[in-house]
Antibody
């Protein structure tokens, strides 16, 4: 079965850091762009970042560029999101999703999300 | 706020037609993707490439675009269609989602 499964969320203090992981199963991981999308409580979807199958290309939303870093380990079929300088506004459910192109295509598979809470 | 504007909420009676709009300059010459997100669940793709439905998405879901406005139409709306719906486009090498529309079936 094609699946994405996020982990690594939790409670972190303002100014802290956290690394999220997303493990893929059931498909050729190397062939896909992987993305991170977040959803604050009661709010809409916000795209954060994407990474090419071979990790050579990465793109970020302006809101997180410089604070968040996306990476992947194809041997582990895992994509990561390293988050630093976290603020309460980063509190959200973080999803990973896949697609097949850098600037086109739909997100056809999503994980269930991992919850990040930034609070003192 | 999002560059793609959706009505915050739409209500429809069972069996009737629901229409959800998505508008904005970033839609120009593009066909958005549409996602359905039921309460407590992950988003699910329901429309891609203008008006195509992934396997498993009922035929009652369709979409169209005219100018800077796209429309998701659900004909014969069922209670199971109650969910939040999001449009999405690509803006160069980034992704833009609409603010989402809560569809209530009552």
């Amino acid at each position: 079965e094609v699946q994405l499964a996020e982990s690594g969320g939790g409670l972190v203090q303002p100014g802290g850091s956290l690394r999220l992981s997303c493990v893929a199963t059931g498909f050729n991981f190397n062939n896909y762009w992987l993305h991170w999308v977040r959803q604050a409580p009661g709010r809409g979807l916000v795209w954060l970042s994407q990474i090419h199958g071979d990790a050579t290309t990465k793109n970020y939303a302006d809101s997180v560029r410089g604070r968040f870093t996306i990476s992947r380990d194809n041997s582990l079929k895992t994509v990561y999101l390293q988050m630093t300088s976290l603020t309460p506004e980063d509190t959200a459910l973080y999803f990973c999703a896949r697609n097949t192109s850098e600037s086109a295509g739909a997100f056809d598979v999503w994980g269930r999300g991992t919850l990040v809470t930034v609070s003192s | 706020s999002s560059d793609l504007t959706q009505p915050p909420s739409v209500s429809v009676s069972p069996g009737q037609t629901a229409t959800i709009t998505c508008s904005g300059l970033k839609l120009r010459n593009k066909f958005p993707y549409w996602y359905q997100q039921k309460a407590g669940q992950s988003p699910v793709l329901v429309i891609y490439e203008e008006d195509k439905r992934p396997s498993g998405v009922p035929e009652r879901f369709s979409a169209s675009t005219s100018g800077n406005t796209a429309t998701l139409t659900i004909r014969g709306t069922q209670p199971m269609d109650e969910a939040d719906y999001y449009c999405q486009v690509w803006d160069s090498y980034s992704v833009v989602f609409g603010g989402g529309t809560e569809l209530t079936v009552l």
